[in-house]
């Protein structure tokens, strides 16, 4: 499987963003897609994930309310809505599959067997 994220780029607090992964190669149709980012000198953390079989999605508190991630079965594509953006969401964003993954431990990096390349998102102030 490979991934390829796009969509990043330079915006404003409080502005919107769609992040685009787009999946080729042996896709697969259970498990879970998930976005991870990492930000200036933090660690790589969960942001969102989707149930390939089902659609249910998770999200990480800090952007309940705020991020949308979804689904295009046919096009192989997930997304990730991010709307009110503040300088803690600067980082670089990794789309991420999960074939494998249990709903325990789909917020866990070491779940994710594929990884897109990353997209930067900076939020200026």
């Known amino acids: 499987v490979q991934l390829q994220a796009s969509g990043g780029g330079l915006v404003q607090t409080g502005d919107s963003l769609r992040l685009s992964c787009a999946a080729s190669g042996r896709t697969f149709s259970s498990g879970y897609m998930g976005w991870f980012r990492q930000g200036p000198g933090k660690e790589r953390e969960f942001v969102a994930a989707i149930r390939l079989n089902g659609g249910n999605t998770y999200y990480t508190d800090s952007v309940k309310g705020r991020f949308t991630i979804s689904r295009d079965k046919p096009k192989n594509m997930v997304y990730l809505q991010m709307n009110s953006l503040n300088s803690e969401d600067t980082a670089v964003y990794y789309c991420?599959?999960?074939?494998?993954?249990?709903?325990?431990?789909?917020?866990?990096?070491?779940?994710?067997?594929?990884w897109g390349q990353g997209t930067l998102v900076t939020v200026s102030s």
């Open positions: 991420a599959a999960a074939p494998h993954a249990i709903l325990s431990t789909l917020r866990s990096e070491r779940a994710y067997d594929h």
